[in-house]
């Protein structure tokens, strides 16, 4: 890997649908560039709030969302990475689920007529 000036001139990007998709399988890469000098830019199209919840202790389904921003951002601060950036769209959740109806889910998206 490049290290030193040549990263410091170096960003890299990364879209993901849900907060946690940053760290799986991806997080060590980015981690080691931003180590190495570059800038890394996370950006996440919802805030997974249709996800499961596996803790009831660690968040309701109305709190989801704001949950997963904050651990979202604090995998950003622990990769070394900038502040993430959130495009605003809601969870569409699983295929075929009442989640893809909602007016705002990424998978209401149409082509403009
Ligand atoms: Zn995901």
Known sequence: METGSAMANRTFM???AHPDDESFGTAGTFAALARAGARVVLVCATRGEAGEISDPALATPD???AVRE???R???QAIGADSPILLGYRDSGMAGT???EH???F???RPMP
Do not use: K
């Open 107 to 109: 998978a209401t998206l």
């Open 98 to 100: 009442i989640e893809n």
């Open 70 to 72: 904050q651990e979202l």
């Open 74 to 76: 604090c995998s950003a």
């Open 14 to 16: 990364a879209i993901f």
């Open 103 to 105: 007016e705002d889910a």
């Open 63 to 65: 709190t989801l969302g």
